[in-house]
Each structure stands twice: as C-alpha cells, then as structure tokens.
C-alpha cells in the first residue's frame, strides 16, 4: 500500500522558516521523481519544487526560487522542504508528491499518481 505522509506544518510569521517532511512507504522511493505542491484557499494546485531520484537536480517555481529548498534522503525513504523567508502568500495546504513510474524527465511539468494527505502552512503578516 502507497502511503506518503507529510509533517512539519504549522503557523509562521512572515520571514519566518518552516520545515516539511515525506516520509514515503509502498513504492521504490529512490528510483521516482519526487515533487512537493501547493494549493492556497481559492486557487489551483500549484508545483512548488521537484527532485530526481538522486537528489541532484531540484527544480524550483519561480515564486520559492531562493527561499525553498527541496531535498531528500533515499535511505530514510524521507523528501524534505526546507522553507525560509516565508511570506503571507506561502499560506497554502502543501502536499508532497510522487511519481507512478521510474525514469523520465524530472521536472515542473512532470506527472504525479501518488499523493500524501497535506500539511497546512500559515503565514501571517
């Protein structure tokens, strides 16, 4: 059985650092793609940041590029996001995610089947 579960949100004040976790079971984490989203009240499920199997090659949205940090630990079977200099606007339920295949481009764009339950993030001004 697939389960990601994710941890380590809460309430923030604005510049503030949050910390995410995923810890992963029922699937071969190391050989997937592993991505973090987010979806605010009233808007679309948005990509935050994006991971290959290694961990070598993070993709960022535009929006977190330079205070987010995405990384992982293949033996911990664990996905992590690193969240600093939050702002009133990174208030959202955020939800890691990941790929159904191995292989295949690693990236904003890429496709995910397996969903954790999401962790709700504050921001406050």
């Known amino acids: 059985q697939v389960q990601l579960v994710e941890s380590g949100g809460g309430s923030v004040q604005a510049g503030g650092s949050l910390s995410l976790s995923c810890a992963v079971s029922?699937?071969?984490?190391?050989?997937?793609?592993m991505a973090w989203f987010r979806r605010a009240p009233g808007k679309e499920r948005e990509v935050v940041a994006t991971?290959?199997?290694?961990?070598?090659?993070?993709s960022y949205a535009d929006s977190v590029k330079g205070r987010f940090t995405i990384s992982r630990d293949n033996a911990r079977k664990t996905m992590y996001l690193q969240m600093d200099n939050l702002k009133p606007e990174d208030t959202a339920m955020y939800f890691c995610?990941?790929?159904?295949?191995?292989?295949?481009?690693?990236?904003?764009?890429?496709?995910?089947?397996?969903w954790g339950q999401g962790t709700q993030v504050t921001v406050s001004s």
């Open positions: 029922g699937f071969t984490f190391s050989m997937r793609c």
């Open positions: 995610a990941g790929a159904v295949t191995a292989g295949g481009i690693c990236g904003l764009t890429r496709n995910f089947g397996y």
């Open positions: 991971v290959n199997p290694g961990g070598t090659s993070p």
